[in-house]
């Protein structure tokens, strides 16, 4: 059963009232970012590390779409019949054992440490932004829940500098990535002990894998929003995992710097798609999440097609800002849309979304590394480009 009801405003809880009731899915969230964004961070280091160039290395963080397009479909159906609690603690132990893997700096261990960093997002993701829905009644509350979560996920990209880049002058991406490894299996152990008992969310309901994907199917737009979904991310993320090298070759700017330029992006990303999702939870916004969707990806081709040209350091940090919130404003009106429109399968809409994301993410490591290697950051930019045109045609069809 599906539902896109609009809820007075009042019932929406303020930021912090709701970051106090979810702050243990907040912190998974965070946690759950910080092997990937080590890994773009020090890509040309991990790159000399492994003996491997920027654009083979780079290209072995799609295959975590792999991964997770494979892992994140056949678990889809299995998160609304789970404690939301129990399938989170799996996905973190995955990453705890995926992050100590990359530590060991081969191509075959990197080839590893990304398939499991794949794996292992596809059930976390979707398990803590369902939870986090779950605890409030009203359509528009549970959105706003499930972006929140969204939205502190990109936190750690913000706040890159300060909790990667100063301990890493002393121990390295390496011990990074170690300590992202010890604190996600401590907090796997928490959620275990915390799902213990705990009902599932759908106890009682036997439906079919098929079945299961027949009802999403038959959720108003949802497969335009996981086309789009899918899309915007290959765009973002494979613009991301190049974005170090093309300011080391472009403005000589080494990791340590660099680490300032990723917090920005991280920090527009947070921005975007915090007040996005507050805006989208009113009860009458002036622009609704469909119409709000068409801007975003209009934004984001403008500012993908003008990053790689940009003659000047401060422009081309605008545009990276720019790339970031409007990504970010897309990001929250996708996830808020799939809470609201697909009710009591919200788990294997949003397991679904994250496989696909992460499908995107293979895409556009893959195709970037294509344009990259053909023709220059000039054919990276037509590369990402497309593929967010290609999205924008799709999100023309969410709204029908």
Wanted: with cysteine; aromatic share 8%; net charge positive.
């Amino acid at each position: 059963m599906s539902t896109d009801q609009r809820t007075p405003a009042a019932v929406v809880p303020g930021d912090l009232r709701m970051a106090k009731r979810l702050w243990p899915f907040l912190l998974a969230s965070m946690v759950s970012l910080i092997p990937f964004t080590v890994f773009g961070m020090y890509l040309v280091p991990i790159a000399g590390a492994a003996d491997g160039t920027v654009a083979e290395i780079g290209g072995l963080r799609g295959l975590g779409g792999l991964a997770a397009l494979v892992v994140g479909i056949a678990l889809a159906p299995l998160v609304d019949r789970l404690a939301r609690e129990l399938v989170a603690a799996g996905g973190l132990a995955l990453l705890g054992i995926s992050a100590a893997l990359g530590a060991v700096g081969n191509v075959f261990a990197l080839a590893a440490f990304c398939l499991l960093i794949g794996a292992s997002t596809s059930i976390l993701g979707p398990s803590i932004g369902a939870a986090a829905a779950d605890r409030f009644k009203s359509a528009a509350a549970a959105g706003r829940a499930a972006t929140l979560v969204s939205a502190t996920t990109s936190m750690m990209a913000m706040l890159a500098a300060p909790v990667l880049a100063v301990p890493g002058l002393w121990w390295g991406w390496r011990g990074n990535l170690l300590a992202a490894s010890a604190v996600s299996l401590a907090l796997s152990a928490a959620f275990f002990w915390r799902g213990r008992g705990r009902k599932p969310r759908a106890a009682g309901v036997r439906t079919s894998y098929l079945a299961t994907y027949r009802a999403l199917a038959r959720v108003p737009g949802a497969l335009p929003l996981l086309t789009v979904a899918m899309l915007r991310t290959a765009a973002f993320m494979g613009y991301l995992a190049y974005l170090a090298a093309f300011y080391d070759e472009k403005f000589e700017l080494a990791p340590g710097w660099f680490a300032l330029v990723w917090s920005l992006s991280g920090a527009s990303f947070f921005l975007g798609n915090l007040l996005a999702g507050r805006y989208i939870a009113l009860e009458r916004p002036w622009i609704g999440p469909e119409k709000m969707l068409l801007l975003g990806l209009g934004v984001a081709l403008i500012s993908v097609a003008a990053v790689y040209f940009s003659p000047t350091l401060p422009l081309t940090l605008l545009l990276t800002a720019l790339m970031g919130a409007s990504h970010a404003t897309v990001a929250a009106c996708v996830t808020t849309l799939l809470v609201h429109r697909s009710g009591d399968l919200r788990g294997s809409a949003l397991s679904i979304n994250a496989a696909g994301m992460s499908m995107g993410t293979f895409l556009g490591a893959a195709i970037g590394g294509l344009g990259l290697g053909l023709g220059g950051y000039p054919g990276a930019a037509l590369a990402f480009g497309s593929i967010t045109l290609l999205a924008l045609v799709f999100a023309f069809r969410v709204g029908r």
